[in-house]
């Protein structure tokens, strides 16, 4: 299994604080996501990367920002977390975008009380 | 992105084959078909891809049709392990990696 490492694996947090969610592989892919995942909507793409420094939104990027000054590592920041950002959130890394197999990591569960 | 459209969900009994469809009538020519699943509580997991020709593996097989429109994953002896969300998706070299709802197996005793 790729090595992708999600931290922390649970947050609790409150409305207004910034949050800033980690994502670190060891397999030196050059893609990498953030999802989030909620109850009937299946896995929403928040934003990625394909390289450092090179990063793009994804279909539900408000409220979010992602930053990746290494190749191995991925940040998803919450600037003022809202309720509804609760969720579960996925990172993703993948070698290339055709044929390459995409590696996910554990999720990180986080509550905006 | 060109689109995938999967049933719901299906249900099957242990032990028996499972055919999981999946429509892409806008796929191009050289887009990869993907397929991951997502066990309860886990994040997804590769299962399997191809471009035209069909392809195993120890997990499961991909049917592709001839003109690429469709294509089926085969969960040959279905388990309770195997319950889970499973996505059709399709990869090609500007597309960045996108999910649908997918079809939720269930499997039966």
């Known amino acids: 299994d790729a090595g992708i490492t999600q931290s922390p694996r649970h947050k609790v947090t409150e409305t207004g604080t910034p949050v800033t969610l980690r994502c670190h592989q060891t397999e030196n892919h050059r893609y990498m996501y953030w999802y989030r995942q909620d109850p009937g909507h299946g896995l929403r793409l928040i934003h990625y990367?394909?390289?450092?420094?090179?990063?793009d939104k994804g279909e539900v990027s408000d409220g979010y920002s992602v930053s990746r000054s290494k190749t191995e590592d991925f940040l998803l920041t919450l600037e003022s977390a809202t309720s509804s950002q609760t969720s579960v959130y996925f990172c993703?890394?993948?070698?290339?975008?055709?044929?390459?197999?995409?590696?996910f990591g554990q999720g990180t569960r986080l509550t905006v009380v | 992105d060109a689109k995938t459209t999967q049933p719901n969900s299906m249900e099957s009994n242990e032990e028996e084959p499972v055919h999981l469809p999946c429509n892409h009538s806008t796929i191009s020519g050289t887009d990869y078909i993907h397929w991951y699943r997502q066990l309860p509580s886990q994040g997804p997991e590769y299962v399997i891809h191809?471009?035209?020709s069909n392809v195993n593996n120890r997990m499961a097989s991909l049917a592709i049709a001839e003109d690429r429109k469709s294509s089926t994953l085969i969960l040959h002896r279905a388990t309770l392990r195997d319950a889970a969300v499973y996505y059709c998706i399709l990869t090609g070299t500007a597309s960045k990696l996108t999910f649908g709802t997918g079809t939720r197996l269930q499997v039966t005793l």
């Open positions: 191809g471009l035209t």
């Open positions: 990367s394909y390289g450092v420094k090179d990063t």
């Open positions: 993703a890394t993948q070698p290339t975008v055709k044929q390459g197999l995409a590696f």
